[in-house]
């Protein structure tokens, strides 16, 4: 630690990472293993970690920087009445940063990361119980903490028509790729697929919203038709749905291949070998997969709507502006027939998407939020 430098310390709920990988796991640890050293670098505070989940290993599976652990045990009515109040006493954090909703009580600031609210905009794709729950404990946050951070424009704007706070007062952290998508961004272009059926790729967790059946009726329909075609989908997911899915999948075994469970290693390599990208999603409040597949110089074929019109610039390929599988199945038709291009104007840019979408450049911004709205608290 250096001397001199005022301290910083922030208490972060880190319950996502006993979770596992998902959307808010990644934000929490690109974001987490950037902020000491940007701070170092920018003659900033010293951060200090202090880090709260059920289990030390849960959180040392996802940071690689220095923290301190303090468990934290129970589910979301105690962790948020009982638990973190006591850690922030116990710690004398400066902040207590949290996913969705902060704590009911603190005597430190409050950062709450509200990544979308989508089951207000789409409640058909969420039930009764879920909404209700998720507005009221959602909209306090966003009225009552310090800091209200959110991931996209869109869920910016959407958080402040829902919740009466003015979209001034809400900051964007952009989510970023992680390291081994930069290296490979960094490395030189491959600009000839290897040989061997044609490709289709979705990553993103088996949830109804992102249409992953829609991918796998739609590649059943080109291979019916003679294309030569595997549709590889990663992602898990625990509910009805997922199950469907799976049963897809299953159905169609010489034409789609299910991945649950991967490593980044395993799930660059399948991006590799990938020859086309699909994220037809309904609704998104960032998009993640996206950015990953146009870091690895894959061609997209990405829905038109809410965050994920944002990301635009980022890939190369057209929008999706259907409304069923049949659509997707002819806009696939229709991107290959200029894959090649996309191909090569997806490698040429790819190292370009790094550096709109980087750990480093989110962790100055939340860096950034916490100093501006600590002044004005």
């Given amino acids: 630690m250096s001397a001199g430098l005022p301290r910083l310390r922030l208490l972060i709920d880190c319950h996502t990472f006993d979770v596992g990988p998902q959307g808010t796991t990644t934000f929490l640890a690109g974001v987490l293993n950037a902020l000491p050293g940007v701070a170092a670098q920018a003659g900033g505070p010293n951060v200090e970690l202090i880090c709260a989940a059920r289990s030390r290993e849960a959180v040392e599976r996802f940071l690689t920087v220095q923290f301190h652990y303090m468990p934290m045990t129970g589910g979301f009515l105690r962790r948020n009445a009982v638990v973190l109040p006591r850690l922030v006493r116990e710690t004398s954090a400066d902040w207590v940063v949290s996913q969705y909703v902060r704590p009911f009580r603190s005597r430190a600031r409050t950062a709450s990361v509200i990544h979308d609210v989508l089951f207000l905009d789409f409640p058909t794709l969420f039930g009764w119980s879920y909404r209700t729950i998720r507005r009221a404990t959602f909209g306090w946050a966003a009225r009552h903490s310090d800091a209200v951070i959110a991931v996209s424009e869109y869920s910016r704007d959407r958080i402040a028509h829902h919740f009466g706070r003015p979209s001034a007062a809400i900051d964007v952290v952009y989510n970023a790729v992680g390291r081994r998508f930069v290296e490979h961004a960094a490395s030189p272009a491959r600009t000839e697929r290897a040989p061997g059926p044609l490709r289709l790729l979705m990553v993103s967790r088996l949830e109804r919203r992102k249409r992953q059946e829609w991918c796998i009726t739609a590649a059943v329909q080109l291979a019916h038709e003679g294309c030569d075609v595997v549709l590889d989908l990663v992602g898990t997911g ?119 979408y980087n750990w480093n450049e989110a962790a100055r911004q939340m860096l950034a939020s916490l100093e501006r709205r600590g002044c004005q608290a």
Avoid: M
């Fill in 238 to 356: 625990h509910d009805a749905y997922a199950d469907e899915v799976r049963s897809l999948a299953a159905a169609h075994p010489g034409i789609v291949r299910l991945h649950e469970g991967i490593n980044d290693d395993a799930l660059v390599a399948i991006y590799d070998a990938a020859d086309l990208f699909l994220f037809p999603s309904e609704c998104e409040g960032f998009g993640i997969p996206v950015i990953e597949a146009a870091a690895l110089g894959l061609p997209c074929l990405v829905a038109d709507n809410t965050a994920l019109s944002e990301l635009r610039p980022a890939f190369a390929g057209p929008s999706f502006t259907g409304s069923s599988a049949k659509d997707l199945a002819d806009a696939i038709r229709t991107t290959l027939a200029n894959i090649r291009t996309l191909r090569r104007n997806a490698q040429a840019a790819r190292a370009d998407v790094p550096a709109l």
